[in-house]
Every structure is written in C-alpha cells, then in structure tokens.
C-alpha cells in the first residue's frame, strides 16, 4: 500500500461548516450503488472536506487528510477534527497548497509526519511577472505573479498540533505562477522518502540536471542525500534527482508483485501516463509524449526516441489520473493485485489489471465525481477524496448480496 495502514472506523459524517474550527457531528447517510465489471460497490459518505487533497493512516488507526488551503484535519471514529495547529503558511492558489501528508514508518517512536506544500519565496521580488506560454493556450493564469515552488517538511505530531517543524526538501529553482507542483510523497522500503517533483508548466527544466524539477526525487528523512542516488557524483547534477523527464506525476505506489515503483502523470493534451520508475532512467518529457500540447502543436510519441523509458500504459484522451494504489484483494478479492487510481476530468476509478509490469485491462468506474486521492483501509475498503470546495471523503465495499 502506499502510506501506512492501521484501522480506522467508518461512519458517515456531515461537516457544519467547511471552515469551522469544531469537530463535525456523525450522521448516517444511504449508500449509493456503483456497478463495476466485477459487481456491484456500495458507496458511503464520511464527511465533506473542503479541496482535499492527500490522505494517509496513522498506526492507530486515525486518518490524516490535507485541505489546500492549508489545513491539515484528522478523522477519527466518524468525527472530522479542527485543523491541526502549526501546519506552514502555504501558497494557496491554482494548483498550489498543501498538498500530501505521509507518516514515518518509525511513528510509533518518533511520532514524525511528512506534508508537502506550495510555499512562495520570501521577500517576493517587485518585478515578477508571468510570462505565458503559447503551448499552453489558454490555462495560464496570467494575473499570478508569485514566485513560489514545491516544499516538504517534517513535524512531530503532538495531540492536535505539529511541533518543531522542518523543511526538509524544496524545489530549485522557485518560478513565477503556475502549477504543475506534483507533490506526492512515498516510503520506499529502505526507509528512504520519494518526492514527485511537477515541471512547474516550464517544459525545459525536467531535462536540466541542475534543477530537481521535472523529476523523481529520492532524501533521506533528514533531508539529506542518500550516496547511492544515481547522480550524486555526476558534475552539474542534483544529488537528490533518481530519475528524470517527467510532467506531473500526481500518483505513486510500490508493486508488490515486482516491488518496483510506479507512478502515473499528467500528459499534455493527452498522454497521460503510468511509468515503471528505475534510478537514472530518463522518462522522455518535454521532448517526447503521447499528447501534443494545447494548442496543437506537435509532441513527438515515444516510440520516436528509443533513448527514453516508454510508459507501460497511456490515454488519449487524458483521465487526468491522481492518486495511486495497489489492492491487496482483502476486500475486492476480483480487485487483488490491480492498480486503483483516481481520475479527475474522467470522474472516475481507474482499475488496471496487470501481469508483472504489463497492463492487461483497464477498467473505468463511472463516480460522476472528480478523485483526488485513493488509499486502502486495512479492512480492505477503498477510500477516496473527492476534489473540489465540495470535497467528500468516500468509502467503498462490495455489494454483498443478501441470502436468499
């Protein structure tokens, strides 16, 4: 799974107010009924969330859950919590805010939790614009001005409030405006922290190795650099880079069939993509793709440039994929072994069935909502953060027919 999993209870809740500092009164709701390939699911509403955006278990079975605008809630036995005190201030703007939470794996002791976040730089410079960029069209924010960029920090979790927080990771450099922040976080089994790193819309610098932008980054929980990067000793390079050329990742999880990490990215106008990572592997962008950009103009596809690692799945058009996890069939036993990933322009659950590192099916499970964010309970259940100021948090289980 991709963040750390203990038990949590469900039970429905209604939030009062999506900016109120009061814990939110439990409620029962009826379930919906979504129907899938491999049967029905039922679908039940925890409690409403204001732009939710990453989610991740603390060993006793609380749920942390991240809001742009820079709160930082737990759920706890059908209550949502006022938010957590000592989160940083945060560039709440377009894409950007707070963005993932993770906690350490040696939390019982530690009591560590990761968050990454949208910081702008400070002091602003007077002269900062926006400069556009055809390519783009017209999804550019032309009156957003701030230089800011990508950060993550650690803290101890004390009660309701985090303690002693420390940045601990930034993007290099911070840009003008923009999204593209990517964000998500992720243990790997060596205890190491993976970071997607978007390309801040900028195209150029997810191939420019004296900047982490654009690419897959790997620190120490210290922040610091672990010798064995495969740049560490390459002139020019970033330490912290693992691989290089990617968009905007906005999922990540470990295999636990292959053990190998894979993530998924927006592509431009189509293209997005899931990619097997491996360190030193160069992913292509912005010089290959399955999309082409806004407005029109041509990307070559990867089969172009055989230099680059091609992705094992794509779409054209985009699902705008966001969120990323691996079943482990305790509750969706037909789900056992797929990768779940939340779609935001498709609405939708994407289930792919895979052998190894092939993707063999591709299921599109119809939310009629835009997902954010996936993670398994340890019951089994799927979760999901539903985006937007309307934000939901959403529990799924299978139909269970009644005896006859």
Known sequence: MR???????????????????????????????KRTQTGNVNVVRLASLDNPWGMAFLPDGRLLITEKAGRLRIYDRGRLSAPVEGVPAVAFKGQGGLLDVAVDPGFAHNRL????????????????????????????????????????????????ALRDLQVIWRQTPKTVGRGHFGGRLLFAADGTLLITSGDRMRF???????????????INTDGSIPPDNPFVNRPGALGDIWSVGHRNALGMAINPATKGLWIHEMGPAGG???????????????????GDNYDGSHVPDHLTRKDFEAPVQAWTPSVSPSGLLFHSGRSFVR?????????????????????????????????????????EAPDGAVLLLVDGSAGELLRLTPQVRPPR
Do not use: C
């Open 3 to 33: 963040k750390v999993i203990a038990a949590v209870a469900f039970v429905t809740v209604a939030v009062a107010s999506k900016l109120s500092a009061q814990a939110a009164r439990p409620a029962t709701a009826a379930a919906a009924v």
């Open 113 to 160: 939790v990761y968050i990454s976040y949208a910081e702008l730089a400070e002091p602003q410079p007077a002269d900062a614009r926006e400069t556009g960029d055809p390519r783009f069209a017209t999804f550019i924010d032309m009156t957003d001005s701030q230089l800011k960029g990508g950060a993550v920090a650690r803290a101890r979790l004390d009660g309701s």
């Open 204 to 218: 150029d610098p997810a191939q420019d190795m004296s900047s982490n932008i654009g690419k897959m980054v790997r």
């Open 272 to 290: 997005d993509e899931v990619n097997v990572i491996m360190a030193g592997r160069n992913y292509g962008w912005h010089i290959v793709s399955n």
């Open 335 to 375: 789900w056992r072994g797929n990768a779940l990933m939340g779609g935001l322009s498709s609405k939708a659950l994407i289930r792919l069935t895979l052998d190894g590192n092939r993707v063999t099916a591709v299921e599109s499970i119809d939310m009629g909502k835009r997902i954010r964010d996936v993670i």
